[in-house]
């Protein structure tokens, strides 16, 4: 598809919550873009938020590949025994008695977490969040994001994040 078609499907179906960049992608490999001219862009955003793993790195191919032969996923209601052994190298390398870890899938969902567990383990109603932070879209995580513009079509907001 060239740019126009790409623009044109993406305006028809997705919901249009970003202003997008006038540009479209054909594939990655390291650091590069390259759009359907084969024009190459250094991602200066390494992906995106939680996935800045770069593009088409030879070992990342392959283990997701293997993964994906058996498995792309399983539910959090299932024992799996990549995610354990994953979760037992994050506490290896984690400072003090930091031994678990929550497995989410996006930052908003994280910060909705974290969120949660500060007024479980604090009892108070209330956080601190950054000033003009971004904190995600979900509606936890947009009361304590700090920019109205994402926060003024939502309000009122859920209260309690300052």
Not at 108 to 128: H, I, P, Q
């Amino acid at each position: 598809m060239d740019f126009k078609e790409v623009k044109e499907l993406s305006s028809k179906y997705l919901f249009q919550n970003y202003g997008r960049i006038e540009l479209s992608f054909t594939h990655g490999k390291g650091c590069y873009l390259y759009d359907a001219s084969g024009k190459e862009y250094l991602d200066l955003v390494s992906g995106i938020a939680v996935n800045s793993i770069g593009y088409s790195h030879p070992e990342w191919v392959k283990a997701m590949q293997e993964q994906v032969a058996k498995f792309a996923h399983v539910s959090n209601l299932y024992y799996v025994e990549e995610q354990a052994k994953l979760a037992e190298k994050i506490a290896s390398i984690t400072p003090g008695e930091l031994n678990r870890t929550l497995f989410v899938n996006s930052g908003a969902e994280a910060n909705e977490g974290a969120l949660k567990l500060a007024v479980r383990y604090t009892g108070r109603s209330k956080v601190m969040a950054a000033l003009n932070g971004f904190h995600g879209r979900t509606a936890a995580a947009l009361g304590a994001t700090g920019q109205t513009k994402y926060q003024a079509s939502f309000e009122p907001l859920i209260s309690g994040a300052y």
